[in-house]
């Protein structure tokens, strides 16, 4: 409620200002200001806290890069025709699609991916046909 | 840490010459008397606006090029965008959006949200298999293409602009290239509004700091996501028919008929790339261009009875805009329907009443989610509440983008309550309203733009008291 009272007023007070006739190149220094503090706590999380943050980014696209390669290459091997189970990882569909991108369905699989909560982070082992990601992997990757 | 955006060099030149040729050669006038960058900005538009279409069928550019043709005889008819072209762009565009690009582009190279992967797969597809694989795999439904039938541009120029790559890394400078394509149309859409008055530009820079503070904004600029692309060109459309508003104004405040619509074939173009893009896209022109009608009606009832050649313009633009959607639009549901694909995550039903608490609900977290989007979403209820407050100013420039944005927002409620269940699921437990609301955030600071800038309405001024002489 705070937040919705917050933004009220801050409305108000722009429709107010934004309606009178003075101070306009004033109000869009302040209207600056205003919304770089605003902004503040959501930059901070962006450039410093956030998996996507320039301190982790390289980590994280590795993580991303790691797992498309490994299902791409174990794809590849077996002509694309892959059983999939995706378990918990439902983020996992669209790097899924992306190694397979013609996703065809054949009668027999030569291989199984299994893709489980932490996919994305985690590590993938695989054991002859079966590639396991995810959170009972271990740290092959 | 940087795409390799060189990639995009030589499919845009390629799509810049096919425009080229086909503006020439059909004297489509495109290029009409605007800047060489801006002029190459539009060839560009035009030859990905006809490989679009000619990939969806060969009768869609036919119906395309016959629609631009006519409108550019009807351009004719009337006065156009006058003066020489010069060379480059207005110079706080050749300012902004160097910084963009750059913002852009220094990143690292493979895609960190999940999500756009499913944009960058279907690209892929098409880069691996060759011409039309993606439009073949999304016809046939054992493909199994997800999201099912929905519109294919933005995957494909994913991969056209990325010269045919199939790594992350290339696709994702194919998608940041048609990014900053848009970024570029929208801040030229933005010019040519202001354009249509002699009003100063400091509240263009004050507004866009407001749009690129929001931390969301800038995480939608350096991914592969649709959603803001749509918002830029829905947003430069919108510009388009708010510069014709604008020349509305000036034509009354004139008492003359000197200023024309301008721009109708490459608005018409930029109807075109929506509707490619997301099917919310088509319906962003319609709901924009019925609000320019009724404004133009509205105008044009006002004055004599009979209409100038500019006015009967006005009114004969939103539907070509909209007929120009209208094309690859119907004819791309055709196909899903003769295919048996179906668009499940756009098919309309009943209205689902109950769902309209949580969405207000969770409507409102979004809006109040400061660190999402800073005081953007605060700033524009201001900027539509001072709309109102404005006296006069329902046929003002402002006025009409108020206008358009509420449609727009109207559509989305409407496409969410008439939309499948699951649509709402994606809007209370995961991220769809925000990227809902991306796509309204560049037309939203458009509005800003122009209340930081509008001439005040005059007020008559109450007659001086003079004081009484004392007598003697």
Redesign the interface.
Known sequence: MGSLALFAAFAILCAVALSGARLRRSLGIALGCAAAFAASAGWWMVLAVRADAPPYAAATAAHIEDLVDRLDAFAWARHECVETVHNTCVACEPLLRFALPMHVSCAHAHGRVELRKGALSGACTQHGDALDCGSSGSSAL | ?ILPLWRAALPLALFAGLGALLDRTLRLAVHTGSDRVVQIARFTLLGVAAVFAFGIHPAVLVALLLLLLASARLRSLGPGEQGPATASPARWIRLVFPIVALLAMI????????????W???A??ES??GWGALHR?ALDA?????PSGYPLLWSLAASWLSAGGDS?ETLAAGACAATLFCVFLYLDGAERMFAATARPR??L??SL??LG????V??HLRSAYVDLPLGLLAAALTFGFAADVEGQRVDTDAGEKTTAPQRITVDALIAVVLAGLKDEGFAYVVAISLVALAFALSAAGRRARHWSRAERMRIVRPIVVSTAALIPFLAWRLLLFHHHVTDSDHRLGAPDWGGLAPLFAEL?HA?????????????T??????VG??RGSTLTSAGFLAAALVARGFVLLAAILCGPSRVRVFVTEGTLLNRLLMQLAPAAVGLLML???AP?PKTAKPPAITPARSPG
């Open positions: 840490v990143r690292p190279a493979t895609p960190l949200y999940w999500d756009e992967f499913i960058l797969a279907k892929r597809l691996e298999q795999a054992s493909a199994d293409v997800i992350p400091w509240p820079a004050a700091a407001v503070l929001s931390p969301l800038f995480i409102g809006l109040t989610d400061w660190r999402s989007w800073g005081l953007l979403w605060p700033v209820a201001g900027a539509l509440l001072a407050f404005r209340l930081l800038s005040m």
